[in-house]
C-alpha cells in the first residue's frame, strides 16, 4: 500500500515528504480553507515542495459537469506535473469524470462510502476512489470492511481503478486497509508519526546507544 499525505499544511508536507516515502498529497476545501491563505499560492507552493513526479490531487468546488471540468483543466495547466482532480461522487461528478475521462485529465472520485458508488466512479473511467474509513467507523458502519468490499469488487472485473483510502484516525485503520489489499492510503500529517512509533523500538534504541557509550562514549563510528 502506497502512502500519501492528507493536508494543505506547507510545513506539515514539507516535512512529511523530506522524511517519509509519500507518492503524493491530497486536500479538500475544509484543508485548504484551514490554511487561510491564496488558494493558488498554496497549490503552487505544494507542487513546489513534492516536485512534478509525486501525485496532487486538488478537489473541485465546482457543482455542474461542465464547470467541474472547466475547473479541473485550469488547475491542471497551472499545477502541472501529476495532477488528479478530485470530484465528490454525484450525476454531476459522473459526467464530469466521462468527459475528463477523453481529455486525459485523471480524476479522484471522493466522497466515497458504499462500493457501489466506486463500482460505478470506476466504470465512469476514475483513476482512484476514495471511501472515508474513521467518517464510516463514526456512525457505526465499518470503514475497513467497506475499503474490502471495493478491492474485492474490482478485482472481480478487473477494473483500472485504485482504492485510495481516506479519512483515518488512528494507525489500526491503517493497518486493516492494507492488510485487504487497499492500494494507496491518505493520512494525516501526525499520524505518519504515530504509525512509525513503538515502545520497544525507543526501548531498543535506548539500549543500543546505552551500551555503545559505555564502551565508546561520545566517539561515532566516523571517528574510528
Ligand atoms: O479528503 C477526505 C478526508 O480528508 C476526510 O478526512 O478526517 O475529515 O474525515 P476526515
Redesign the pocket.
Known amino acids: 500500500m502506497k502512502y500519501l499525505i ?1 493536508t494543505g499544511n506547507l510545513e506539515a508536507i514539507k516535512h512529511i515528504n523530506e522524511f517519509y516515502p509519500i507518492e503524493g498529497v ?3 476545501p ?2 485548504v480553507s484551514k490554511e487561510k491563505s491564496d488558494f493558488w499560492a498554496l497549490i503552487k507552493g505544494i507542487r513546489a515542495i513534492i516536485g512534478e513526479d509525486k501525485a496532487l490531487h486538488v ?1 473541485t468546488v465546482q457543482e455542474t459537469a461542465e464547470k467541474i471540468v472547466e475547473e479541473a483543466k485550469l488547475i491542471k495547466e497551472t499545477v502541472g506535473g501529476k495532477f488528479f482532480v ?1 470530484i465528490p461522487i454525484g450525476e454531476e461528478g459522473l459526467k464530469a469524470t466521462m468527459m475528463l475521462k477523453k481529455l486525459g485529465i485523471g480524476v479522484t472520485m ?2 466515497i462510502f458504499t462500493p457501489q458508488q466506486a463500482l460505478i466512479a470506476a466504470n465512469a473511467g476514475a483513476s482512484f476512489v ?1 471511501p ?1 474509513v ?2 464510516l467507523d463514526n456512525i457505526i458502519g465499518d470503514g475497513v470492511r467497506v475499503v474490502e468490499d471495493i478491492v474485492t469488487v474490482f478485482d472481480n472485473y478487473g477494473l483500472d481503478c485504485q482504492v485510495l483510502a ?4 488512528n494507525a489500526q485503520q491503517i493497518h486493516n486497509c492494507a492488510f485487504c489489499g487497499c492500494h494507496t492510503a ?1 493520512i ?1 500529517p501526525d499520524l505518519f508519526k504515530i504509525a512509525i512509533s513503538h515502545p520497544m523500538t525507543e526501548a531498543a534504541i535506548d539500549g543500543f546507544t546505552k551500551d555503545w557509550k559505555s564502551v565508546y562514549g561520545e566517539k561515532k563510528i566516523l571517528d574510528f
Not at 481516506?166 to 484516525?169: E, G, Y
Open positions: 492528507d491530497t486536500t479538500n475544509t484543508l478537489q478530485k471522493t466522497a476514495a472515508y474513521n467518517r481516506a479519512s483515518f484516525k491518505t494525516s
